[in-house]
C-alpha cells in the first residue's frame, strides 16, 4: 500500500534553533501535502495545505515566517520550523494525496509523526 | 461553523464487549467521511471512507455506517489489540480548497 514516511520521528533542539522535518510520498505522486500539529489527547489540527511547486496555505494563527513550508516536488514537503521555543513543542504529523487516487477512492496517507521538543 | 464532534472522549471495554464510536458533523459541502485509527506517538492509520448516507464498510472487528448527520464506528468482540484513539474526520470541499477537519477522538481501551 501507499506510504509515507516523515522523519525524523523524534527531535530535541535548543531554543532559538531551527528544524527540519520531512515527509516523503515512496510509491505515489503527492500534488497535495498536509502538515499537521497535535498537542497530547487532541486532535490533529491543519496548519498548512502544501502544493508542488507553489506557496502553501497556512491556516489562520499559523505563522508563514515560523513554519516554513516547501514542496519542490511530487514526492517531497518539508516543514522548517525556525527560531523554535519551547511553546513550539509538539507532535507534527503529514500527509499526502495520491494524485491517482481522488473523488471516490480518495484517501490520505499520513506519515509516522515527529515528536518535537523545544528545550 | 462546520464541526466534527466524536463521543465518548474515552471507552474502556472488556475483550468480547462490543460496542460504538460516535462521530457527529454539522457541515456543509461534506464530500467524506473518514475513519482513522491511531497509537500513540505514531499518525494515523486509514481505516474506512464513507461518501453518502446508508453506506457501510466492514474490516475486521470494525463497521463503519453513515447518516446525514453522524457516522459510527462499530466494534464487534473487541480484542485487546483494538485499543487505540479511532479519528473521524471530515473533507469539506469549497470551491477549489480542499479541507480535512479532524473530531477529537475516542480513546478505547481494550482490557484482556
Known amino acids: 500500500g501507499a506510504v509515507v514516511s516523515q522523519h525524523p520521528s523524534r527531535v530535541i533542539c535548543k531554543s532559538g534553533t531551527s528544524v527540519k522535518i520531512e515527509c516523503r510520498s515512496l510509491?505515489?505522486?503527492?500534488?497535495?501535502m498536509f502538515w499537521y500539529r497535535q498537542f497530547p489527547k487532541q486532535s490533529l489540527m491543519l496548519m498548512a495545505t502544501?502544493?508542488?511547486?507553489?506557496?502553501?496555505?497556512?491556516e489562520q494563527g499559523v505563522e508563514k515566517d515560523k513554519f516554513l513550508i516547501n514542496h519542490a516536488s511530487l514526492t517531497l514537503s518539508t516543514l522548517t520550523v525556525t527560531s523554535a521555543h519551547p511553546e513550539d513543542s509538539s507532535f507534527y504529523i503529514c500527509?499526502?494525496?495520491?494524485?491517482?487516487?481522488?473523488?471516490?477512492?480518495?484517501?490520505?496517507?499520513f506519515g509516522s509523526g515527529t515528536q518535537l521538543s523545544v528545550l | 461553523e462546520d464541526q466534527v464532534t466524536q463521543s465518548p472522549e474515552a471507552l474502556r471495554l472488556q475483550e468480547g464487549e462490543s460496542s460504538s464510536l460516535n462521530c457527529s458533523y454539522t457541515?456543509?459541502?461534506?464530500?467524506?467521511l473518514f475513519w482513522y485509527r491511531q497509537d500513540p506517538g505514531k499518525g494515523p492509520e486509514f481505516l474506512f471512507t464513507?461518501?453518502?448516507a446508508g453506506e457501510e464498510k466492514e474490516k475486521e472487528r470494525l463497521k463503519a455506517t453513515l447518516t446525514k448527520k453522524e457516522s459510527f464506528l462499530h466494534i464487534t468482540a473487541p480484542k485487546p489489540e483494538d485499543s487505540a484513539t479511532y479519528l473521524c474526520?471530515?473533507?469539506?470541499?469549497?470551491?477549489?480548497?480542499?479541507?480535512?477537519?479532524f473530531g477529537s477522538g475516542t480513546q478505547l481501551t481494550v482490557l484482556p
Open positions: 464513507l461518501y453518502s
Open positions: 502544501s502544493n508542488e511547486g507553489s506557496k502553501a496555505t497556512y
Open positions: 474526520a471530515v473533507l469539506i470541499i469549497t470551491g477549489s480548497a480542499r479541507q480535512l477537519t
Open positions: 510509491d505515489f505522486q503527492a500534488t497535495t
Open positions: 457541515v456543509s459541502g461534506l464530500r467524506g
Open positions: 500527509s499526502a494525496r495520491d494524485i491517482h487516487r481522488m473523488g471516490i477512492n480518495e484517501k490520505l496517507f
